[in-house]
């Protein structure tokens, strides 16, 4: 028989580095989960993604057991990533702080397409540069 599921999360925390303190604790600790044992499961699952945000889904059950997966970095992040950028623009619409090339939009795209609800890769080419016009990064047109 399979196990109850008595609730999920879905956390952001930088690879490597989940710890008890706040946020992880206070998003697991009124699950009843053995918060510890979650931070070094992700901080191994995650270590080779040292400096990115991961998002998690962590999925626990009614006999406190618990299962996760861990997903691509937000866009916004492969996007910085991308273009060695600290943060977006604070006036996205009139500051410009970088331009993404066709190429680097196509290659966040495919990296990010196993998260996204897009067909191809067109669709999620879209997806990556709106959020990149939202952080006040120009793309390129092909």
């Given amino acids: 028989m399979a196990k109850k599921i008595k609730a999920q999360v879905k956390i952001q925390i930088q ?3 989940a710890n008890p303190a706040p946020p992880v604790g206070t998003a697991l600790g009124p699950h009843g989960i053995n918060i510890m044992d979650f931070c070094k499961a992700f901080n191994a699952k995650t270590q080779s993604m040292e400096g990115s945000v991961v ?3 962590i999925t626990i059950f ?3 057991s618990f299962t996760f997966i861990t997903k691509v970095p937000p ?3 492969l996007i910085k990533k991308s273009l060695n950028l600290q943060k ?3 006036v996205p619409h009139k500051d410009k702080v970088a331009k993404l090339t066709q190429e680097q939009l196509e ?4 990296q990010k397409m196993p998260d996204l609800n897009a067909y191809d890769i067109e669709m999620a080419k879209n997806i990556v540069a709106g959020t990149a016009r939202s952080m006040g990064v120009d ?3 092909s």
């Fill in 107 to 110: 290659a966040i795209a495919k």
């Fill in 62 to 64: 009614q006999d406190k």
């Fill in 15 to 17: 690879a490597g580095k």
């Fill in 75 to 77: 866009v916004s992040d």
């Fill in 139 to 141: 793309v390129a047109s």
């Fill in 88 to 90: 977006g623009s604070p």
């Fill in 55 to 57: 998002p998690a889904v």
